[in-house]
């Protein structure tokens, strides 16, 4: 079994700031962990993803996350944030016994502030 | 482009109706999900189906059945509806194995119960 932990339920941040997402993990087996966006009313979105390989990701949008084992996090950061990243942000972690299903934590509202 | 689509956006029901939330995905992935979202309980899984006519329980599965008669429609039914049913809905799907990289999220239905 997995589960999530989003440390914050809310990041408010200035424009152009650096902001950091944490997010811890436990897992009783090697994992696939995700990061999804949701803009107001409207579905999720895949916004980066670590399978396998290096243990930097990162997004076509600025976003980056790092895999990291020993601490089991998959923290999401993004150097320099503009007032259209505000969005929830949701960590997810899914086995990678390739079944498909994925445990998502609760989101973080991130508010980029003018 | 590769999508999951919910059939309504925003629906109003009456307390007691028998409710009908239909996802389509054209992907020919094997899992599909519903979730419902409410403000402060992150995703709530309701069903799962891994396979045509399967179909797992999630979290919170009263008040609720899924029909899934075919590879790419997934339908939550609401037997009865309440006003604690009133939610954001969010249908998801996903392939397995080697192709897993993650869910794909219709846009969400919003639903009133009155």
């Known amino acids: 079994a997995q589960s999530v932990t989003q440390l914050d339920s809310q990041v408010p941040v200035f424009e152009e700031a650096p902001v950091e997402l944490r997010c811890n993990y436990s897992?009783?087996?090697?994992?696939?962990l995700f990061w999804y966006v949701q803009y107001p009313n409207q579905g999720l979105q895949l916004l980066l993803k670590y399978l396998s390989g290096s243990t930097l990701v990162e997004s076509i949008n600025g976003f980056e996350a790092e895999f990291n084992k020993s601490q089991t996090s998959f923290h999401l950061r993004k150097p320099s944030v503009h007032i259209s990243d505000t969005a929830e942000y949701f960590c997810a972690v899914s086995g990678n016994t390739n079944a498909g299903k994925s445990t998502f934590g609760d989101g973080t509202t991130l508010t980029v502030k003018p | 482009d590769v999508k999951v689509t919910q059939s309504s956006r925003y629906l109003v029901k009456r307390t007691g109706e028998k409710v009908f939330l239909e996802c389509v995905q054209d992907?020919?992935?094997?899992?599909m999900f519903w979730y419902r979202q409410d403000p402060g309980l992150g995703l709530r899984l309701i069903y799962f189906s891994y396979d045509v006519k399967m179909k797992e329980k999630g979290d919170i599965p009263e008040g609720y059945s899924v029909s899934r008669e075919k590879k790419e429609r997934f339908s939550l039914i609401l037997e009865s509806a309440s006003t604690n049913q009133t939610s954001m809905y969010l249908c998801a799907s996903s392939s397995t194995g080697a192709q897993f990289y993650g869910y794909t999220f219709g846009s969400g239905t919003r639903l009133t119960v009155v």
């Open positions: 897992s009783s087996v090697s994992v696939y």
């Open positions: 992907m020919d992935h094997e899992n």
